[in-house]
């Protein structure tokens, strides 16, 4: 893991730094894969890789979250700062989603998800939900990921949860189908999910809390703060 995928803040970038990005293409749509590319951070700034020797073969998918090693070059253009690309490891890009029913519930997965006890592996923006999820896996492209707003009513832990929810923050709830994977060893990926789809729902909220249902100590919430605006 690399805690540094998700620094957010202004500076100067060290050298092969790591960091979490969205692959935005060049003319291209979405799912589409484009060998004109860049990346860019979830401030907003973008980062366009100049030199591309060192992946010859990668092609961008519009919105595919990846993680980066780069190195930024003095060259720049307006709305860009140039890179050297040294490495691309795309990561699982799910969505968010509100749930209405029992069955769409059921059809999500309700495998246990572990995580790392450090705020420094999630990251929250208006955009993207990111965290280093631990999870049994032998087969990791049979893993399924979304979040989402458990609005079921129907008594059970949907309807107690909306009860107790804080107004401020956003309940959402991670739903883990392992598609039928024979379980392996534990092992850690980052996830991020596309939080487009909730923003009326997240308007005027602080931030939102991620409940996750873990192997060892049961129910687990954490609540991620949304950046301030400046």
Known sequence: AFTSCNDDTDGDYP??????????????EEGE??????????NGEKLYPSDKTRVPDYKGKERQRAIIWFN??????????????????EIFTGKAQVVNTAEELEALGTAKTG?????????????WLTFYALYPVSDNSK?????????????DEGAEQAEAADADYLQLELRHN?????????DGY?????????A????????????????????????LDLPQEK
């Open 115 to 127: 995580f790392k006890d450090s705020k420094e592996l999630f990251n929250l923006s208006k955009e």
């Open 33 to 42: 894969a484009s060998a004109d590319y860049y990346f860019q951070r979830d």
């Open 72 to 89: 930024l070059l003095k060259e720049s253009v307006p709305d860009y700062d140039y890179i050297a690309l040294y490495a691309v490891d």
């Open 190 to 198: 980052y996830v991020s999910f596309d939080l487009t789809p909730l």
């Open 178 to 186: 392992p598609g039928g994977d024979t379980q392996g060893y534990t």
């Open 143 to 155: 893993h399924t990921f979304t979040v989402i707003v458990n609005e079921v009513k129907d008594g």
């Open 15 to 28: 050298r092969y730094t790591p960091l979490i990005t969205t692959v935005r293409t060049i003319g291209g």
């Open 200 to 223: 009326e729902l997240l308007e005027g909220k602080k931030g939102v809390v991620l409940h996750i249902e873990t192997y060892e100590n049961g129910s687990q919430e954490i609540e």
